[in-house]
């Protein structure tokens, strides 16, 4: 075929409905680079502990002999947000949404790819490892195995006092009482101060984690699915410890979870991630009493609502979740929306604020 006819034949199959999905992309690609470029030079929010502006997290799946990426997953998205201090963001959305990612790039476990992270108003994203030393102990995270995640070979009193001492958090003859002390906090009897991890149920372990976390006083704590491999019955007495840590130390939460009644109970702001972008963002209150999007009104259906007036009819998802190495154009939701419309399989819907700190992106709503 004639390479004008090949065009021709191309931009055809692209065209449809009148939408051009390459111009489209390149739009939707100009406007981002646009957004990216004048919010880059806007001071950060001196109120919020943690500010994330346009944040990408790619992973390289494969690349040139030369180290070219030609494979990339795009597992964070775009993602802004801001958090205040002694909050609880709750982060909700499928496996493999990109929550542990998120979180992870925050706290750059994960180099980010793109974008700013302010925490207490200066950008880390470019940090080297050197110049995160020092913030290490005010970021923590703490993860969803406490089976795997404490060394088997320590008692906990050495796993407790090893950060205590590498960070120099109080005087060195002040460790052990220190410890007994957060661990008395944490619900541990100061008896297990000897003890091994493998002496402890889950639930015992989850506070030991806690604990470990806690020891060189942060100001933020990524908790990634803290409960989720805990039986139910210990679920609601380690949240209730988080809750009640948060108050008396005064700490900030990025809550991940896939279960929706413990962040409700939990969070006081909810962001809901849908294939590695974030579609709607705001206060619990917002979210759970008039969720805009689509995902999360699907999402929310699903949990039991104890009040019989405000019981929402089920909204069952169909289809499986796209790979997110190529997510679906336009809306990455609209190969399992209810809602879809023709211009969702072409046109990437803006994420704004439709009423204060209520953030969505949907074509169902003005998009100018
Ligand atoms: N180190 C990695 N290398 C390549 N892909 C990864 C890596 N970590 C996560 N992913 C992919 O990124 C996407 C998001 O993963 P993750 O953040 O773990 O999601 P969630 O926590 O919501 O389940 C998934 O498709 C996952 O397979
Ligand atoms: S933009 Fe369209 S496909 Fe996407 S959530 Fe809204 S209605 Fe559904
Ligand atoms: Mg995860």
């Not at 992870?104 to 950008?123: S, W, Y």
């Not at 409700?264 to 008039?290: C, H, N, P, Q």
């Amino acid at each position: 075929m004639a390479e004008e006819e090949l065009k021709t034949a191309q931009t055809e199959s692209e065209e449809t409905q009148g939408y051009n999905d390459v111009s489209e992309a390149e739009k939707a690609a100009a406007e981002k680079a646009a957004a990216i470029e004048a919010d880059s030079v806007l001071p950060p929010d001196p109120d919020a502990l943690l500010e994330v502006r346009h944040l990408d997290k790619d992973f390289v799946l494969k690349k040139t002999m030369f180290g070219k990426p030609t494979r990339l997953l795009h597992a964070v998205d775009d993602i802004s947000f801001k958090l205040h201090k002694g909050e609880t963001l709750g982060i909700v959305g499928e496996s493999g949404c990109g929550k542990t990612t998120l979180g992870r790039a925050i706290l750059k476990l994960h180099q980010p790819t793109r974008g700013q992270v302010f925490f207490e108003g200066t950008d880390i994203a470019g940090f080297k490892m050197k110049q995160m030393r020092p913030l290490r102990t005010k970021m923590q995270i703490i993860f969803q195995d406490p089976y795997s995640s404490l060394p088997p070979r320590s008692t906990v009193g050495d796993i407790l006092s090893e950060p205590v001492k590498v960070h120099g958090i109080v005087p060195k003859n002040e460790i052990k009482d220190y410890v007994i002390n957060l661990m008395e906090q944490c619900g541990l009897r100061d008896y297990y101060y000897e003890r091994y991890p493998h002496e402890f149920s889950g639930g015992q372990r989850q506070r030991i984690c806690i604990a470990r976390a806690l020891a060189v006083k942060p100001e933020l704590v990524v908790c990634d699915e803290p409960v989720s491999a805990l039986d139910v019955s210990i679920q609601a007495q380690i949240i209730n410890l988080l809750k009640s840590l948060q108050k008396s130390m005064g700490l900030t939460y990025m809550f991940i979870s896939h279960d929706l009644s413990v962040v409700r109970y939990i969070s006081d702001k909810i962001g809901v991630m849908y294939l590695g972008s974030m579609v709607e963002f705001g206060d619990k209150k917002a979210i759970y009493e008039r969720a805009m999007h689509p995902y999360t009104q699907a999402l929310f259906s699903a949990v039991p609502n104890p009040d019989p007036d405000k019981k929402m009819k089920r909204i069952v998802l169909t289809g499986d979740i796209p790979s997110p190495v190529n997510p679906p154009k336009g809306c990455k939701f609209h190969t399992r929306c209810p809602r879809a419309t023709e211009i969702c399989k072409h046109v990437v819907p803006r994420y704004k604020e439709y009423e204060p700190g209520h953030f969505v992106a949907c074509h169902l709503y003005p998009q100018d």
